[in-house]
């Protein structure tokens, strides 16, 4: 880490610091903080520096819960001074949970369903790897991966899932490849990959997004399904679904998708029978702390975990009037976002394992093995749940 220097200290201090007070004050992602600050602050416009500068404040967001252990509840300047002098890290005599940087009853919960294994989890934490799927519905399998290769992007082919590559290395951020700028390779999660495949979704197919903004799983739907499937989407987010509208142009995805603004937990009635149904539903994204630090204090707030199960609820009890087979999934690794919610509703749908090779619940909620779960430490992905039901 780098000592702090005089002259440009106050700057940074400032960067981050106000980073800080964004995600904390409006609970937003880091990239949003980031760039709202940046545009406050006037960040250096040279791409290089300005991702020197937001690994740096990522690198930041993800010790405060650390720093914060260590130096109790001081200001937000001094917070980011202490960071940038590097000297905390040596302190070594805190709580596993400091140390991990996460909140004490979080660490606590995966401690209680892992065991020891949660050391695993929460050491992965640092070694975050990127996926990129190939969009085929923009260019041959084969162009887009030598277009990546050209452009100096290292890349190994998924075990699993014919479309999925694992980046080892790139020489440039992914946003400035070519492949990624024109769509062709879209930066998707090995599990948000997963969840779709527990879909199946086929040609002909009649399905329900329910939660569908901004479309990244809407899109993986239409490609496995070459634009054949009827997919309607909805989302209750106007902002969220216009960057859908947009994206899925970008991606390609000519005529499959009926796009509504509408909240999932009563569906307009005009569309009420489909073949399939896809809950993404929102959570508290606890199995996405590795991409983004600004969970980390996000999930400060314990008592959001009730909001997002009530909403969650309710949309598994929509989908059952309405479908027959149901996916349900979120990106978190707390059981009350997964099985506690789909095992609410086992008086109506048999639970059926999505995918054969990958791990089941937690044994104390999934004894007979019903469900999904992804892990960084063992799947390299994200941590999700994934269920199926039908219904009966
Ligand atoms: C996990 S994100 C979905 C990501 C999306 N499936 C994808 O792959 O790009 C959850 C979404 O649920 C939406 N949402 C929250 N409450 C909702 C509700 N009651 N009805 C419909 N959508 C809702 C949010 O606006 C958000 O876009």
Redesign the pocket.
Known sequence: MRKLQKGHDKRLIDLLSNVLYEIERYNISIEKAFVKTCSLKRCSKDSEERERLFQLTKEFIKNVIRLRCIYGDIGRKNLARIFLEGTWRDESSIEPWCIYSVPKWFYERLRELLGEEAHDLFRSIDKRVIWLRINILKASEEKIVRSLEEDGVILERDKDLWYLYKVIDSRKPLREIKAVKDFMAIPQDKA?CLVVEALRPERNDKIL??????????SLIAMLTEDQAKIYA????KK?LYIMKELLKKFGVKSSVDITL????YVPAREKIFDKTLI????SSSGAIWKDPSIRLSLLKKNKIDYYSN?QKD?VREAIKMSRIIVYAT?SLLPEEGELIVRSFKDQVVFERPLKKFSTGYSKYDPEGLFNRTFPHKDESEGFFISKMIVI
């Open positions: 948000s997004d329910m939660s569908a903004a901004p479309g990244i799983k809407t909805l989302d209750i987010s969220r509408a909240d999932g937990r993404d539903a929102p959570c909403i949309l990106c």
